[in-house]
Nanobody, 118 residues
Framework: QVQLVESGGGLVQAGGSLRLSCAASGRTFGISAMGWFRQTPGKERELIVTRWSGGSTYYADSVKGRFTISRDNAKNTQYLQMNSLKPEDTAVYYC????????????WGQGTQVTVSS
């Protein structure tokens, strides 16, 4: 099992920045990728960023050039730096871990609210 704990959400004005953190614990050696998703009411959860264990990354067009994923191996923590935030970025953000065995995002954080005011 892998446990993920998120932090860093909040309220920010448009154009501002926030950094989300996702601390992982447990059997983290079985993780092949870490992802960040977001969800707004009435919509499906959207994958916005993925970082594979080899270092390659994927960014959705909606966040490319504004969001950056990084990690601190010593702390077993992933970060999502979000710059130039827009009101449409308002959502609950989730980090997730992809299992190497299943290829699915089997482990999820509790979610953190990000609200961008105009």
């Amino acid at each position: 099992q892998v446990q993920l704990v998120e932090s860093g959400g909040g309220l920010v004005q448009a154009g501002g920045s926030l950094r989300l953190s996702c601390a992982a614990s447990g059997r983290t050696f079985g993780i092949s990728a870490m992802g960040w998703f977001r969800q707004t009411p009435g919509k499906e959860r959207e994958l916005i960023v993925t970082r594979w264990s080899g270092g390659s990354t994927y960014y959705a067009d909606s966040v490319k050039g504004r969001f950056t994923i990084s990690r601190d191996n010593a702390k077993n923590t992933q970060y999502l730096q979000m710059n130039s935030l827009k009101p449409e970025d308002t959502a609950v953000y989730y980090c997730a871990a992809q299992s190497a065995s299943s290829g699915r995002y089997d482990f999820w954080g509790q979610g953190t609210q990000v609200t961008v005011s105009s």
